[in-house]
């Protein structure tokens, strides 16, 4: 480890900094024989991409995933995957401010100090551009997975809160609106506090739910690789995250155990899924469903006082081309992670029975 | 990765269920020249143990930790060290009504499904007695970083909130009450609360807040195993926790960037700490504090309908001794996982620059 | 990694030093519904213990292993195995000459400069004692991958060969002997030589070779985790083992593409079999063969100079009991790392087709 | 692990088959700091590609590696250093015959019944050709252990051996000659013999020394991560390797301890080096040597039978342009695997002591 791989036997392995000449991965473990759809995989990059909408950020990266290798004719061979994402739009000068200055609530003081050094342009391997090859290795995780449904959306921005559970909302609408966010009446709302919001030069966080429908039942290795446990540190792992909570979360800590237990249906589902299709780490067929926090991107065009790495103070203004808030386009970084998570739990459960 | 491991270098492997003979782990990486303080470990180890009070669950484990090897007249050798821990109380007749019976919101089901049959006796591998070996791996890695301080706390019992900062607590009265809240009015009514919840044949859930201070910059590990990610896989891992957050958290994705952003000193520290001591998944040297929320027990004393292996529904009420709340247990148990953490983080960084 | 784990899915991790109180290991990703035949593992345990022949140590063991989790009612349950075996034999004193001088051609001088100290008794974690956890470990692999039979003999003693290929040999025989070499003629000529050497008070090398057979088509996982690849660190990982072999090995090198090549017969299996049943790092299931090389061992009843750990010249002689001669015993051991190394690639294959 | 990955701190993911458009990996863990002389990488790759000289393949490959990310203005960053080397010379139609044809002593078979499918353009994922990416990796390993010098050369070609002790040749030497053998009689022998094999359509195998002087002492993991066993699962997962032995390897089984035990100078060094360096799997700080045998290349320019998919009878000749003898150009190629594997070890050391 030294913390780019991710998973055990769907394993991704990443490289890159936003103002490389490239980033890209490493795909180990696609068994053989998965014909892809290269094409769903491109359509993930770009809902991913900058630029879809007003209110995200205006910078273009064509994002054109370029395969090298594992696939022949098509379809897995069962050897590595490996991939690449140009950087097309790198624009160094934008950065050159950020030499020496560490900008607020960015990790540019703590790469200096971990490393002695650091790649300053864009915020280097710490940057969220990082995370298209994500979206990448969560694609054909999907399509290894297929019958599972793995479905986020925007539950909050700022204070506003899709105030229905996942159950009646129709998750088929979450892109038809620029907030992807199923519920209409709220998807309005965020759009016109973002666009407020990035009037002011500021920026606002917001919340992400995901649910996994069709799960089958056993994925999941404890005690150290509960299924909740890795889709927590998949989340957490995605740029700006300061929260996970599945099931009842939070609220479940308010309650009582004669009101938080699921009971039994004859056929093994239960008449209430408080547990969040997860129990003892193992997923029990139910639908799993996670909540993800984000806070509000730190790069906000306002004047903010800091220091340079010499200690001495100054200030600064966020330049270039930023999001006013991060989670529209998170959306399909939640669900690629989630899909990794799944894939690789599905393949190492093969071997759970003799 | 069958599950059983946690950490890189610092690496803990366990064994054990909780009605097997014994249970009991592996560490390794421990570096050579620790002179363990065993007294020190056994004392963690009677924090976590059952029936230390009224509130608590009344079995009585000895829960005395024998080390096998990787000490030598007292010292760390830099080989593994063995140790286990007898089961003194098994008490399996206790369990015998569990035999097909899949109790609700345990991990019956899920394991049976799994492996295709399952220890039912005490919940077998999924039995929190597990954490035990946990308890010994954190508190030889609190020895390794002993600079670091570790301090986990009762924070909310039900809806019973401390409501002060961790700032204006004083984390070294944690121990003084049953509930280990070091805010005492809060203590008395959480005391009060579980007693009567208890009485009710009922249970309650809580959260836990962690702080760690005096932490050195530089650890953690971009992008897959950022110190926060890593923070809330172990957390979640831990049995009955639905959610994680750390700084700012789930509040964080309702502010905006122009009041989360921490604000440098010139001497690196930050103004505010909405960060929560970690910046692009890599330790600031600001305190790092988390929150973590454990659901209620799903043990009650109370009839409740449920299903066989076979899927005839069937009546069981909870059995032997159990924990109204889980809480104040799990302390000890939040502070060693947050401690293994640590100790890898600070022995893998030990690689970072030539 | 701190090395002393094996195998990703099906995988050992042991502790134990010669003279602690015990060793034992913990195995996991053993799958589930496995009825272990618990009498088969002690067997094995009895091969590989010393005193069973003259021409061993006459130390006592009991060597018996006491199963501590992941067996109910006789059968695996898809959680780890922990094991133990009790160190009865101790005799501490025997080795206190070693303190504070380094023995010739053993890891005394490398452990002390790597960890700035070591358990001195005994030879600590070095000593061969802790491949009995091996032999556990692969006791159990043995019964997972029951249809393939793993059989390795004692080829040679010093310059005594056996010189029939294996297909010659009535492999049911190894047993009969005490050298352990199916070779009745050899096997005779060798014990005698062996009994000559301890009269000197001196010690002597020998190979083993081992054969797998009935083996399953697609075991190994190139590019770094070939199937030789894999049995070569296995059994480099064996004490006082210097070389390692496959198929025609070192004699290969001498030969011509013409001569080496296996032509196929129609049914995918080949005419010949210099490739050792392997192409590309997979099986291809034929017959695998190797052959291991064990240096003679160090520890000699012969007068030797040496330095304490000073740098003090000094002068010392063998005490205790050791073997003359190392391979017998460490038949069982070569069996036990091969059958693991397939118990793991068995595993993972299963996740290589989709 | 699905095989792809060598390495723990310093860590080297690979994709990649001979015909696709690129090959490539990730280095990970190479410390931040490291001034890269990136000449002195693509030399490397030099010495490892075709087409240098007459006695080796015709074929001609640029093998200019591409790095995309990791360093920053010459200097590692502490992040992944992506790179690739575009396969420039595809030249896919030399290969068609191969696609429903098993090659003799190839890797086709065994590919087609792992995966159900294969590459077979050049040998996809089994072909030689990944060996640049592991030079990358060695160049770079080689650079951050820069004190440490690992040289290799050719032992033995066919019955041809060099029979001096390395100690009597001068290792600066082995690059004057094509076929990388440091003693000029044994090197123009192996030349004449290699060029008469070529005109015969054959090819022959061959051994390659390698020696690693001024190591440190502690390097290596024990019990399963020992230097020793390490070095050798590298070297066997090289293409063609049949057999890998240290300090006296086979010949050391055929001696007494007597004479085989290395006896200590006051200094800690050992008057003789039998032991080839390597005690209880830690480097002594003496001399690492080790041997690695060759198979002759399978692919042959001669008439012979073989089957194909459907196992009907066939015949093939070799086409394109092969090595004749493989060992010259495998010279880099070892001497890059054992840099890797002592990078990796140099790191993991860093954390043995508190």
């Known amino acids: 480890m030294a913390g780019n791989s991710f998973g055990t036997l769907f394993k991704l392995t990443t490289y890159g900094e936003s103002h490389g000449e490239a980033i890209g991965g490493i795909i180990e473990g696609c068994p053989a024989g998965l014909t892809l759809d290269i094409e769903a995989i491109q359509k993930e990059m770009q809902r991913r991409k900058p630029g879809q909408s007003k209110i995200v950020t205006q910078r273009k990266e064509e994002d054109e995933v370029l395969f090298l290798s594992g696939i022949f ?101 979450t892109e038809n609106n620029a907030v992807r966010c199923p519920d209409e009446a709220s998807a309005k709302k965020m759009e016109t506090f973002i666009k407020q919001i990035k009037k002011q030069g500021d920026t606002v966080g917001g919340t992400i739910t995901c649910v996994i429908q069709n799960m089958p039942i056993g994925l999941g290795e404890p005690v150290f690789d509960k299924l909740h446990a890795r889709l927590g540190q998949s989340m957490l792992s995605i740029n700006a995250v300061k929260g996970f909570e599945y099931g009842s979360g939070f609220c479940g800590a308010q309650m009582k155990g004669s009101e938080h237990n699921d009971l039994f249906n004859e056929d093994g589902t239960t008449k209430s899924n408080l547990s969040g299709g997860i129990q003892g780490g193992i997923s029990n067929g139910m639908d799993i469903y996670f909540r993800v926090a984000f806070k509000p991107v730190a790069t906000i065009m306002k004047n903010q006082t800091t220091i340079d790495s010499n200690g001495n103070p100054t200030e600064m203004q966020g330049k270039g081309r930023h999001d006013p808030c991060v989670v529209p386009r998170a959306v399909p970084i939640v669900e690629a992670m989630a899909a990794m998570v799944l894939a690789d739990f599905y393949l190492i459960n093969r071997a759970s029975k003799i």
Do not use: C
């Not at 994402?85 to 050159?96: A, E, G, M």
């Not at 280097?124 to 997975?145: C, D, F, H, P, Y």
């Open 73 to 173: 004719e098509g379809t897995t061979t069962g050897t590595p995957i490996g991939f690449q994402i140009k950087n097309t739009n790198q624009k160094s000068k934008d950065y050159s401010h950020n030499k020496s200055v560490y900008r607020p609530s960015h990790a540019d003081f703590t790469y200096d100090k971990k490393f002695g050094m650091r790649d300053y342009r864009g915020g280097g391997r710490s940057s969220a551009r990082e995370t298209a090859n994500w979206v990448v290795g969560g694609a054909i995780a999907k399509q290894l997975i297929k019958d599972i449904q793995v479905n986020a959306f925007v539950s909050s921005v700022g204070s506003i809160f899709v105030d229905k559970p996942y159950q009646e909302l129709d998750l088929s609408k």
